[in-house]
């Protein structure tokens, strides 16, 4: 069937190009229409219950992500000149488009009694008009006297934190790297009039800024593997011609990819935004097997059209099923409740398949208008150098099987004790270097603010006006002592919620004495002071505080809402934290009345984790599961069966034990390297299995003349396209993310074990599993 369907190219071959570069000709335009993806990845199904939580918590108090913060550390702050450069600078935050709210201190508040009318009244307790620094002392000493700002607009007395709330449907859209990208120019702006160093950080900042840097990484990887993989051809086969064919593959490939993606209706997002360096790195390999058996087949037989059927025939089927098994290795997270990992799996698996179906017509129609491969052109497959080392890898299957054994065995006492070693945690910015600004600006919050990641705690009284007269001051007499339990913890800050709005208030009551905050005594103080918590008209200043407190309650006053900032701990120690606030609030507030629930970006984030890290785990299950089906249904044989699972199976275990003794903890970033590197180094399997398959019968069933003959054919182009596989994802290591340099490097080495495995181990079971007889 494949020398049919090799002389039904040759025959065609014309009408077959025209169809392909039409057809990418409209893959091109679907391509030129895919968008990038400006919301956050959904890692948790839709059904999970921690994100309807989530969910609902947006749909009532709205997005808990939308604040960026930006943090000074001086004790210059209160000098005239100093403060007005930072009251200029809170207005020039105000002006940038989608910026919301600027509560900082310079906009800061304070509760003053009318004598008259005993009502509250909001008055700015820095002037816009400070006329001297005498002045600006006075107004200092009552903004320090007021313990509301304590922990949420300054910490001590020589650091401050101005907190910049962003319209949330701007940061689901393009013009978010605009409105981050304004807010570090006017921090800069200031940063150099003041001398003052100015530190940002929040949801905001982080998922944009990452985001970007990524995005533009990814073109740069891209771009650099199509030139690395051109320069490494160019090496191999000595041929414009042959590494321009090579790059037409794969870049026909990369605009497929990109076609299929907007079909599919997905956007690029972090994750698919890997698919077209992928396609490269997969696509290379199958021309380098197309083209070395061409080369081999022409030096044999010097027929150009007999070489060119005997390649398809020959290497069509491989490469069917090296691809098929590939696909596999991606498409089983399609099989995931991850709405990230199924677009990942399906766009990837579908794209694999394509690049076979590119690489079976472009490379046998094109090569056959070309000319015949010259001396130059084949002089690769004489490499003194490697024929050398083929032949003492022969001799090591032959002669030295009980030494294979050994050394195996020691790698995998050495990988296993590395696996003892190896930790499962993540962090929000743990991919970034430890230099970075936004990993040091966000320790730097941690350190004076407790940290930035929103914890929300939801306090529902299951039942309408549930928070309305005596009621809610039980309510939020139970809340303030969570509330006090989790500002004694190291990892959160100080918590937000309505009682402080009614504490600072009550303090104004009663005429400024720092001693009375604290939430009201009785239901008539409690009434008189909460009238200062509903919406004002007219005056700003009380407008945009008591718009922030309003918003912690629902409308029909059935829910009420505690806002916590906390440091980046990390999926290892945030169950334990969250454990803890759970146990204290099961304690307060008794479950007939009342439902406690912990949602937040913290939350979602750790089960996003946890929910990504479990279905790649599945996922390779999965993988192994069909690619054994595969395997089975090609060789018919289980004996052959074992010895394709376990070359393939000890580099993934060699992986993990290397990541275990090198510090490279296991999370959604490096479990993806189990997947990847099996889909691919399983391929040099498949393709000595098969040749070696098809040598049997030349060698009349001598298993050892068959496995001799094997590894020198075959072992040439394994060795090839390992090199420029490594080199593919060697240039992953550039990045300046954790995560995707443990990417290049981890999969470079699990290859590279898997070459070496398939070239020594392999053979050495087909030999201890070959029947005794010819």
């Known amino acids: 069937m494949w020398q049919f369907l090799g002389k039904l190219v040759i025959k065609y071959r014309l009408s077959l190009l025209f169809i392909l570069f039409a057809s990418t000709a409209v893959m091109g335009y679907f391509a030129s229409k895919v968008k990038l993806s400006y919301e956050f990845s959904k890692a948790i199904p839709e059904d999970n219950q921690k994100y309807q939580d989530y969910v609902a918590f947006k749909e009532k108090f709205g997005d808990d992500g939308n604040v960026l913060v930006i943090g000074v550390k001086t004790d210059s702050l209160f000098d005239l000149a100093v403060f007005k450069a930072y009251a200029d600078f809170h207005h020039q935050l105000k002006q940038i488009n989608n910026v919301q709210d600027v509560l900082g ?45 304590n922990s949420l607009l300054h910490s001590g007395d020589s650091c401050y934190l101005t907190a910049v709330r962003i319209n949330r449907d701007s940061l689901n859209s393009p013009v978010r790297s605009k409105i981050v990208a304004d807010i570090i120019a006017v921090s800069d702006s200031f940063q150099a009039k003041t001398g003052i160093q100015v530190h940002l950080s929040g949801l905001p900042l982080i998922r944009t800024v990452v985001a970007d840097r990524i995005q533009k990484e990814m073109k740069i990887f891209l771009l650099g593997s199509l030139l690395l993989s051109a320069l490494i051809l160019l090496l191999f086969f000595r041929s414009f011609s042959t590494m321009l064919l090579s790059l037409s593959v794969v870049i026909i490939g990369v605009i497929w990819s990109l076609g299929i993606l907007y079909l599919c209706g997905f956007k690029i997002t972090l994750l698919t935004a890997l698919i077209p360096s992928l396609i490269v790195v997969i696509g290379i390999p199958n021309c380098i097997y197309f083209i070395n058996k061409y080369h081999t087949s022409y030096l044999q037989s010097g027929n150009k059209e007999q070489s060119l059927i005997d390649m398809v025939s020959k290497m069509g089927v491989v490469t069917l099923f090296c691809n098929i098994t590939a696909a596999i290795g991606f498409a089983v997270f399609a099989f995931t409740k991850s709405a990230i990992l199924k677009e990942f ?14 690489s079976f017509i472009l490379l046998p129609a094109v090569l056959s208008y070309l000319k015949e491969p010259t001396a130059t052109q084949t002089k690769y497959l004489n490499n003194k150098w490697l024929t050398s080392f083929l032949l003492k890898i ?73 928070l309305a007269g005596l009621r809610a001051l039980t309510v939020f007499s139970k809340a303030d002592s969570l509330c006090q339990y989790i500002t004694a913890q190291k990892e959160m800050s100080r918590p937000l919620y309505i009682g402080e709005g009614l504490k600072f208030a009550n303090q104004a009551f009663h005429d400024g004495d720092s001693n009375s905050y604290q939430l009201p005594t009785d239901a008539f103080d409690g009434a008189f002071v909460g009238e200062y918590l509903k919406p004002a008209n007219g005056n700003n200043s009380q407008t945009n505080l008591s718009k922030m407190l309003a918003s912690f309650m629902d409308s029909s006053k059935q829910t009420t809402r505690i806002s ?157 396209t390992a090199l420029v596989l490594i080199a593919g994802f060697i240039i992953f290591c550039f990045s300046s993310f954790g995560g995707t340099f443990a990417l290049g490097w981890l999969t470079s080495v699990t290859l590279l074990v898997a070459t070496l495995t398939n070239l020594i181990l392999l053979p050495v079971l087909l030999l201890l599993v070959a029947p005794k007889k010819k």
Not at 113 to 119: A, F, H, N, P, Q
């Open 345 to 358: 799996g399906m766009v990837a698996g579908i794209s694999i398949m394509a690049i076979f179906f590119i």
């Open 394 to 466: 022969d001799i090591w299957v032959c002669d030295h099987k009980r030494t294979v054994y050994m050394v195996t065995l020691v790698i995998l006492a050495f990988s296993f004790v590395g696996i003892y070693k190896l930790k499962s945690v993540a962090f929000i910015v743990d991919d970034l270097p430890k230099t970075d600004k936004i990993y040091t600006d966000l320790k730097f919050f941690e350190s004076n603010f407790k940290g930035v990641m929103p914890l929300e705690i939801v306090i529902d009284t299951k039942k309408r006006n549930g």
């Open 564 to 720: 916590v900032n906390m440091m980046d701990v990390g999926t290892e120690r945030l169950p334990v934290v969250l454990a803890g606030v759970q146990q204290r609030s099961d304690e307060l507030f008794d479950s007939s009345k009342y439902k406690v629930t912990l949602t937040g970006t913290s939350i979602t984030f750790l089960e996003g984790s946890s929910f990504i890290i479990k279905g790649l785990k599945q996922s390779i299950c999965w993988a192994f599961l069909l690619i054994a089906l595969c395997m089975l249904y090609l060789f018919r044989s289980v004996r052959i069966l074992i010895c394709s699972l376990i070359p393939n199976v000890i580099p993934l275990i060699v992986t993990a034990g290397i990541m275990g003794w090198a510090g490279v903890a296991l999370k959604p970033s490096t479990v993806l390297i189990f997947s990847v590197a099996l889909g691919i180094a399983i391929d040099i399997t498949i393709r000595f299995l098969v040749n070696y398959k098809q040598e049997l019968k030349t060698y009349d069933n001598n298993v050892i003349d068959t496995v001799s003959a094997t590894i020198k054919n075959t072992g040439l182009s394994i060795i090839y």
């Open 105 to 149: 201190v310079p906009a800061a508040v304070n509760l003053v009694k009318d004598s008259v009318t005993e009502k509250l009244d909001p008055v700015k307790i820095f002037p816009d008009d400070i006329h001297d620094q005498h002045e600006l002392d006075i107004d200092k000493s009552i903004f320090f006297s007021l313990p509301f700002y």
